[in-house]
């Protein structure tokens, strides 16, 4: 209920134009689909700029939304709140699985999950770590390229083992330089011990993971031709 989960500020979202008919619906559904209580804030405290943007756009109804209108209000959202659109990507799982839009059938369940978790660990790093916004966004970034790896290749986090995690380093190493590399495995590592605190992976994945080495003065100074 979103009573329980903001006291004080639960009447302002159920009092928004737009959305605020399904906020305390769409924190039920976030509760019931294995979101944390601060997951959960951190999506409805996003409402109020998601109603504002969608009634940017002419949208004056719930039923008058659709799949279309979600993803260009997601895309301008995420310009502005780069750790918080993913809200938008909710609200439309939710109102798809309520029927209150058409399901939409390009959208996989894989990436569902990886938006979901990746979400998730964005607003862990910026709430609990205290992390920078350009910092969380790496995480955000290589995270979700990482579980829609395993989306793709149908590898449950359950089962998750280093094999897995080298397949999808040896293939970032194929496009990245070893400094972007050693960025990426970093933030990979930090997720495999964020999914490991509740038991979603093994523990200890994230030592299992080679990562290529640096060294100081190694190539030339850039001034030099």
């Not at 955000?140 to 995690?165: C, I, M, N, W, Y």
């Amino acid at each position: 209920m979103l009573h329980s989960l903001l006291p004080k500020a639960h009447t302002k979202t159920l009092a928004l134009p737009l959305l605020g008919s399904i906020a305390d619906g769409f924190d039920d559904w976030l509760a019931v689909n294995g979101y944390t209580a601060g997951s959960r804030r951190y999506a409805i405290r996003m409402l109020p700029h998601v109603d504002n943007d969608l009634r940017r756009r002419k949208v004056r109804t719930v039923s008058e939304l659709n799949h279309s209108t979600l993803h260009v209000s997601w895309r301008h959202l995420i310009k502005r709140f780069p750790m918080n659109a993913g809200t938008v990507r909710s609200l439309e799982r939710y109102l798809t699985a309520t029927g209150q839009i058409a399901a939409d059938f390009k959208k996989t369940v894989a990436q569902s999950v990886a938006e979901k978790l990746s979400d998730e660990y964005a607003h862990y790093l910026r709430e609990v770590r205290g992390f920078a916004i350009h910092s969380v966004a790496n995480h955000r970034r290589v995270s979700h390229a990482f579980l829609e790896h395993l989306g793709r290749r149908k590898v449950p986090l359950r089962t998750l083992q280093p094999k897995d995690v080298e397949g999808f380093v040896s293939q970032a190493g194929k496009r990245l330089c070893r400094g972007s590399l050693q960025h990426a495995i970093a933030a990979l590592r930090g997720l495999l011990r964020f999914l490991a605190l509740d038991g979603r992976v093994l523990p200890g994945l994230d030592k299992q993971i080679d990562t290529p080495r640096l060294y100081r003065l190694e190539q030339l100074p850039r001034a030099l031709p």
